[in-house]
């Protein structure tokens, strides 16, 4: 079935139909709303669904607003959010360097939070007592100070220790001779340290800090430091 025309609410026929602006006109009834020039496929515009010529097309208007409080702070919210200043503060501060930030209470108290715990910072002072001249002394076992067994017994299953190396000041104070098992094998990285495998016994363990100890290999008589992760108790 034939449409029908868009102007005239004629039937269309296909020898003189045109489809444009979702619509059916004839050719003939193609114009301009204003002043009625007969217009085609080129040369038309369309405003609402309906043709206009180019001299007649309806312009658009813009209105103005005054700025209400509601607007200004629209605008402002706007501004802030803005990347264009964003940018600008970057580029304006680009290559004027860091700022010095200063020392509060609360970071004085994290770095020496953290001076505190550092391996590194253990091991220079140990370094710097070692340069200072303080005589080594061998932890003293408060198991065997307690008694005093007679002379002639003293040399059974009697291993002399190995005097350690770490100073008086860094040994670490005494305990009641704690006994711990090897769970990994562990080379010594330093001179004050010990090395041992999994499954050693440890004995004479004093503690030191939450990350290493002092103690004595039962199997090659060695003693020094030692990770305490490295260890379980027996």
């Known amino acids: 079935m034939n449409p029908l025309c868009s102007r005239c609410n004629l039937v269309v026929y296909p020898t003189e139909k045109v489809n444009c602006l979702d619509k059916y006109w004839h050719k003939g009834c193609f114009s301009c709303e204003v002043c009625k020039m007969t217009l085609n496929m080129k040369n038309y515009k369309g405003f609402e669904k309906r043709p206009y010529c180019n001299a007649h097309y309806p312009k658009t208007n813009f209105t103005c607003v005054a700025d209400t409080p509601e607007n200004l702070r629209l605008k402002q919210q706007s501004k802030m959010q ?28 994290i770095k020496k939070s953290q001076d505190q715990i550092s391996n590194i910072k253990y091991h220079e002072e140990f370094e710097k007592r070692k340069m200072g001249g303080e005589a080594p ?23 002399p220790a190995a005097e350690p190396v770490r100073p008086a000041a860094a040994a670490p104070p005494p305990s009641a001779g704690k006994r711990y098992r090897a769970v990994y094998d562990y080379s010594a990285a330093d001179e004050d340290e010990v090395s041992f495998v999994d499954g050693d016994v440890i004995v004479d363990v004093q503690q030191i800090d939450e990350g290493w100890m002092y103690g004595r290999v039962e199997r090659t008589g060695q003693q020094g430091m030692l990770p305490a992760n490295y260890v379980e108790a027996i």
Request: charged share 20%; hydrophobic share 20%; no cysteine.
């Open 82 to 109: 803005s990347q264009v200043l964003y940018r600008e503060d970057f580029e304006k501060n680009k290559g004027k360097g860091f700022h010095v930030v200063t020392d509060t209470p609360e970071l004085q108290r």
């Open 137 to 159: 002394q061998p932890p003293s076992n408060p198991s065997s100070a307690a008694y005093q067994p007679p002379a002639a017994s003293q040399n059974y299953n009697y291993e």
